[in-house]
C-alpha cells in the first residue's frame, strides 16, 4: 500500500513538472515573456549636423543652388515689396531672412557665383566682404514703390556674423531684384518658405 502511494506521488510530481516546462516560465527560452518592456519606448530624437540629410520636415544642407516656389517666371511687374531684410546668429548657423509685403513667396533662385554683376553692367560687380559668395534673385518683387526715398532695404548691410558677413542689393529692376551675401568661407545651406507674412530664409552653416 505504501509503495503504491509512493509511485502515486511520483507521478503527480512528473506530471506538474512537464505542465510548467509546456507553460514556458520567464526567461525559459531567452526572450522576455508576455507584459515585458524592452529598449526605449517612445520617439527618440536625434540632431542633424549640417551637412548631413535633415529630419523632422527641415531640408538638407547642401551648397547646390535652390530655386522656389515652382521656379516661376517674373510676372510683368512686382507683385511683391521686399520689406526688410534681417541677420542674425543660431547654433551652428546664421540665419538670413528677407521678408515681402504681398500674399506669397515670390519665385527666387539662391545660389553660389563667383562674381555678381551691377545691374546690366558687363563691368561693374557687387564686392562684398567675406571668401565666398552667394546671389539671391527673387523675380516679381521690388525694393520700393517707385517714389523716391521709398527703399526698404539698404544698398548694403553688415551683420558682420561668424558666417554671414555683408550683405548688398546689386539690381532692382523691372520686378527683379538681385542681391549678394558675402560669407566667411563656402559651406552648405538650407531655404526654408514661410507665410504670414511672406519670407525666404536661409541658413547658411558656419
Not at 16 to 38: E, Y
Not at 82 to 97: E, K, T, W
Amino acid at each position: 500500500m505504501a509503495a503504491r502511494s509512493a509511485r502515486l506521488l511520483l507521478g503527480l510530481l512528473v506530471v506538474a513538472m512537464l505542465t510548467l516546462a509546456a507553460c514556458g516560465g520567464p526567461g525559459s527560452d531567452g526572450r522576455a515573456g508576455p507584459g515585458t518592456t524592452t529598449g526605449l519606448t517612445g520617439p527618440v530624437a536625434t540632431a542633424t549636423a549640417p551637412g548631413s540629410t535633415a529630419t523632422g520636415g527641415m531640408p538638407a544642407w547642401s551648397t547646390a543652388p535652390r530655386t522656389g516656389p515652382g521656379g516661376k517666371q517674373p510676372p510683368e511687374g512686382p507683385s511683391a515689396r521686399l520689406a526688410a531684410i534681417r541677420a542674425a546668429r543660431h547654433p551652428g548657423y546664421d540665419r538670413v531672412v528677407f521678408q515681402f509685403e504681398g500674399a506669397k513667396v515670390p519665385g527666387y533662385r539662391i545660389g553660389y557665383v563667383r562674381e555678381i554683376p551691377l545691374g546690366e553692367s558687363d563691368d561693374q560687380y557687387l564686392t562684398l566682404e567675406g571668401g565666398a559668395l552667394v546671389e539671391a534673385t527673387f523675380q516679381g518683387t521690388a525694393s520700393d514703390d517707385y517714389r523716391p526715398d521709398t527703399q526698404t532695404v539698404p544698398d548694403r548691410f553688415t551683420p558682420a556674423l561668424a558666417q554671414v558677413k555683408q550683405i548688398g542689393l546689386a539690381e532692382d529692376w523691372e520686378g527683379v531684384v538681385r542681391l549678394g551675401v558675402g560669407l566667411e568661407h563656402r559651406a552648405g545651406f538650407r531655404v526654408l518658405e514661410l507665410r504670414d507674412p511672406a519670407r525666404v530664409v536661409v541658413d547658411f552653416a558656419t
